[in-house]
């Protein structure tokens, strides 16, 4: 079926520098997606959202991008610092059905470095 | 409260028994969903509320999980007979409206069930 996916399971990086990290989605019926950080032993937390009708957004350090095109999702964390070590999960929003139904992909584990 | 409450936070449980998790929404949300997390892997969609009915429970993995939700707040998962393959992390979330995409969807920290 249909799903969410991640390119890198784990991604290592210096501390300072930009992370990206990469999701492909196969349903062109998204219409919003979202990201997720996992700390080891808590709750995903809500970062980051973008809907369909834009490209990019913007956030304090992070930025999302969303090429429809391609069905491609990324996270860029700028100047990544160690409390940025976390599992990233990228979440698609399948409309409606008449509620919102959110699909998570596997994640990608965030390493860094100091 | 402030977020999403679970309770327990942790719990072992031998082989055949069954368990309760308990859920309490943040207030004034009136979705309510349950996903479970194996150790290392991604989230697993298992039912959804909308007030009290849950119009989708096609993420239940068997007829030995059940869930409900009462007053439009808190929600309790019940499995009966737990097996070993039951052994993850039982994750509930809620959000402040339904039907409506671009709701954010906040998560407790989890109840972390073990059988053995």
């Known amino acids: 079926g249909e799903s969410v996916g991640l390119h890198l399971p784990t991604l290592s990086v210096q501390e300072g520098d930009n992370s990206i990290i990469n999701c492909a989605y196969s349903?062109?019926?998204?219409?919003?997606f979202i990201w997720y950080k996992q700390e080891s032993g808590k709750g995903p937390q809500f970062i980051i959202d973008?809907?369909?009708?834009?490209d990019k957004r913007q956030g304090q350090r992070v930025t999302v991008l969303l090429n429809k095109t391609v069905k491609h999702l990324s996270l860029q964390i700028a100047a990544t610092q160690p409390g940025d070590s976390a599992v990233y999960f990228c979440?698609?929003?399948?409309?409606?059905?008449?509620?919102?139904?959110?699909?998570f992909g596997i994640g990608t584990k965030l390493q860094v470095i100091p | 409260g402030a977020g999403v409450s679970q309770s327990p936070s942790n719990k072992v449980t031998e082989k055949g028994k069954d368990v309760e998790l308990r859920c309490d929404p943040i207030?004034?949300?009136?979705?309510l969903y349950w996903y479970r997390q194996r150790l290392g892997q991604g989230l697993e969609f298992l039912i959804y509320?909308?007030?009290?009915?849950?119009?989708?429970k096609s993420g239940l993995p068997s007829d030995r999980f059940s869930a409900e939700r009462t007053g439009e707040s808190v929600s309790t998962l019940t499995i009966q007979r737990t097996q070993q393959e039951d052994s993850a992390v039982y994750l509930c979330?809620?959000?402040?409206?339904?039907?409506?995409?671009?709701?954010?969807?906040?998560f407790g920290e989890g109840s972390w069930l073990t059988v053995v």
């Open positions: 979330a809620s959000s402040l409206l339904w039907g409506l995409s671009g709701n954010t969807i906040y």
């Open positions: 349903n062109s019926a998204s219409d919003y």
């Open positions: 973008i809907r369909s009708n834009m």
């Open positions: 979440a698609e929003n399948i409309p409606p059905g008449g509620y919102q139904k959110v699909t």
């Open positions: 207030s004034g949300h009136t979705a």
């Open positions: 509320f909308q007030g009290n009915s849950a119009p989708d």
